[in-house]
């Protein structure tokens, strides 16, 4: 789609819901607005509070993210029960969600898709960094019906406050700064908001650099010199850097909003430019090496001639977007939402600096949700989501054609809540497209979720909740064919794919009774057509890689995740609460275990809390995985130590000092859910000092 055709279809998208509110008057059968507390914007277009929602979800606002990991969505989310990291460096790291990553986990902004390439190869970024965000939802299982096939596994929507959806006095804004040494790196960013009237403006930007990070061991494992026959010439625990994980980004973006008595409307665009290191992900061109990695070059500083080229990438963005929501008032529906979203996509692979293949896609995505009021407990919306994107590769690793996607879904949800008790359900019908020069193949889907919950007693919540979610295959399962360095294979998909299917079962509780608070969450998947990656114990002529092949087969996971606190002691400003988290997942399929699911992990933490100061400290035990998949390695457990201290010196609450340490201990850490596991580590000791203030 043109620049031309997106702002027709925007300028449509307005017109339409201009005209919705001008035919629009009182409402007096409408009841008051029910009280709600902490809402959950990404569960559905009406009101769904953190405390009643039958899923499990979890929400990091800006003080959470101020002092998040300086990296990918990924990182930033890598501590939240039931989410890991893809780790793949830190330019490049996506979430993995109850052991699914890829294509069955949606990357959102500002609930519409990014347009990006970062689902179809690990050492993608996504292009939206959380730095960006005010705020970030991460839902997991197939429980955001309104977000399609893709949200199969869950969904990250990252919430940015670039088109403002409220009346501004004045200027406000943020600003932030920090530096860290395990990466010699530093990062500053801020955003800007100004009113007059009904008129409110933003600007926002984010600049960061960071080199090779360091590791308290050889990056390449111990595994994985046994696994190639060379047990023998591990060279132990020796300080060192993973080469080529240096990142380089910058961000900056405006928006412009009128709000009025009956809603907004506001226009924004954002420029992204990344530059980051694939580390691992080089050619070799002679010379006995591992995946990238001389023996007999413990530093890494250099690279011979002949030995190998190292492969960076040069990520380029444009997008703009267009949001607004209108009231209305009377007819069947309340309020009246609309956004559309178009980027102009670029990313380029260089070897050793020169362009070797080039990835584009652009395209658009459009949501158009029409809200019910409340009655007597009674919630509802039904929405349209369109989409439409032009992919394409050129180059030595275009292992995936050109194609064309078009989508466009359906959905309604409902909520009956009765205080004691309640009922929700929803449904989506979808149709997906997806035209290239090997095949071209549609999809209809249908999906449902149906749940019921309780309130037995003041501060406990007990939900069951079910859903069929049906996933179209993604381009690459599709139609790969070629060498994919990224995941160390030779790729091929299957034009004959059926759509993928998953039955889930989820059990959620919430308990909150006066200073005890708990978050517990349970569930089931089984998966009809479960789509996997397998080898097949042939290898490539051309490039020596192990061949895999995409296939359908049948799979099941379980497992849950638990979030607790306890504020054990507290008296005026000075508190000190302990808080605790735990997840556990496990997959099976008829053909052995999946790969790369992450193992159990717990993590214990105090909080003391006096004031104009906070203090911190975590200790967070990962398992070892030694139920792995044909063609991987088993992974060790690791404990990490992290510790934060934050003061506020000033009378002025706005400003803050903070230091925080991670991975005190300076353990090898390996994130078994990473491609990279065997040849990247985890980032060793590091302390990260800030600067941030607020007005």
């Known amino acids: 789609m043109s620049r031309v055709q997106f702002f027709s279809a925007a300028a449509l998208t307005a017109l339409l819901a201009g005209s919705a509110s001008a035919q629009s008057a009182a409402n007096p059968a409408a009841g008051p607005p029910r009280e709600v507390g902490e809402v959950v914007v990404t569960a559905a277009p009406y009101a769904v509070t953190l405390d009643s929602a039958t899923t499990s979800v979890d929400i990091l606002k800006r003080e959470d993210i101020d002092q998040a990991p300086a990296g990918g969505i990924g990182d930033a989310l890598a501590g939240v029960a039931g989410v890991r990291s893809s780790a793949f460096g830190p330019g490049a790291s996506r979430p993995v969600i109850r052991g699914l990553s890829g294509p069955r986990v949606l990357v959102?902004?500002?609930?519409?898709?990014?347009?990006?390439?970062?689902?179809?190869?690990?050492?993608?970024?996504?292009?939206?960094d959380p730095q960006e965000a005010e705020r970030i939802e991460v839902l997991r299982g197939p429980s955001a019906l309104a977000y399609g096939g893709s949200a199969i596994g869950g969904v990250v929507n990252i919430i940015d406050d670039r088109i403002p959806t409220r009346p501004v006095e004045g200027l406000s804004g943020r600003i932030l700064g920090s530096g860290s040494s395990v990466d010699d790196g530093w990062s500053v960013g801020g955003a800007l908001k100004a009113g007059a009237g009904p008129w409110v403006v933003t600007a926002d930007g984010l600049r960061r650099e960071t080199k090779d990070y360091k590791v308290p061991t050889f990056p390449e494992s111990r595994r994985q010199f046994a696994a190639?026959?060379?047990?023998?010439e591990w060279p132990g625990k020796v300080d060192s850097k993973v080469e080529n994980t240096f990142s380089n980004l910058s961000a900056y973006g405006a928006g412009l909003s009128y709000v009025g008595e009956r809603g907004y409307v506001g226009v924004s665009v954002k420029?992204?430019?990344?530059?980051?290191?694939?580390?691992?992900?080089?050619?070799?061109?002679g010379g006995h090496d591992h995946d990238g990695h001389d023996h007999d070059d413990h530093d890494h500083d250099d690279h011979d001639e002949g030995e190998e080229e190292a492969v960076s990438i040069k990520l380029r963005q444009t997008r703009y977007d267009l949001r607004g929501e209108t009231r209305l008032g009377a007819g069947p529906f309340e309020t009246l939402r609309f956004s559309v979203g178009y980027a102009d996509y670029t990313h380029v692979e260089l070897e050793d600096g020169t362009p070797a293949t080039r990835f584009t896609s652009d395209g658009w995505e459009s949501r158009i949700e029409l809200v019910q009021p409340d009655r007597d407990g009674w919630q509802g919306a039904v929405g349209l989501q369109l989409l439409g994107r032009d992919f394409a590769a050129v180059g030595d690793e275009a292992y995936v054609p050109a194609t064309r996607t078009k989508e466009w879904g359906a959905f309604t949800l409902q909520r009956f809540d009765r205080d004691a008790w309640g009922v929700e359900g929803g449904l989506r019908l979808e149709r997906k497209e997806i035209d290239s020069l090997v095949a071209d193949r549609d999809f209809t889907g249908v999906s449902a979720s149906a749940g019921a919950f309780l309130r037995p007693a003041e501060g406990l919540f007990v939900s069951l909740s079910a859903s069929r979610t049906e996933r179209a295959p993604a381009q690459e399962e599709l139609f790969a064919q070629g060498a994919h360095p990224a995941t160390r294979s030779f790729e091929i998909g299957d034009p004959t794919l059926g759509s993928e299917v998953s039955y889930s079962v989820d059990l959620t509780g919430h308990v909150e009774r006066g200073r005890f608070e708990v978050d517990a969450h349970l569930f089931a998947v089984r998966y009809d057509g479960f789509i996997d990656l397998r080898p097949t114990g042939a290898e490539d002529d051309d490039s020596g890689l192990p061949i895999f092949a995409y296939r359908q087969t049948d799979a099941t996971f379980h497992g849950g995740e638990i979030d607790g606190s306890f504020r054990a002691w507290e008296r005026g400003e000075r508190s000190f609460t302990l808080q605790g988290t735990a997840d556990y997942v496990r997959g099976r399929t008829d053909l052995g275990p999946p790969a790369r699911i992450p193992p159990w992990s717990v993590a214990g933490r105090g909080i003391y809390e006096a004031g104009w100061w906070r203090g911190m400290i975590e200790v967070r035990r990962v398992g070892g995985q030694d139920r792995v998949a044909a063609a991987e390695l088993p992974t060790s457990g690791y404990t990490l130590l992290n510790a934060s201290l934050t003061v506020r010196p000033l009378r002025d609450r706005g400003f803050k000092i903070f230091l925080e340490g991670r991975n005190l201990g300076d353990v090898e850490a390996r994130e078994h859910a990473s491609?990279?596991?065997?040849?990247?580590p985890l980032p060793g000791r590091n302390f990260r000092l800030g600067v941030g203030y607020r007005f």
């Open 108 to 128: 959102l902004s500002n609930g519409l898709g990014q347009v990006d390439a970062s689902a179809l190869s690990p050492d993608h970024a996504v292009a939206s």
């Open 228 to 232: 190639e026959g060379e047990a023998d």
């Open 271 to 285: 420029r992204t430019r990344s530059d980051y290191g694939v580390p691992g992900h080089a050619h070799a061109h």
């Open 675 to 680: 491609f990279l596991k065997d040849i990247a």
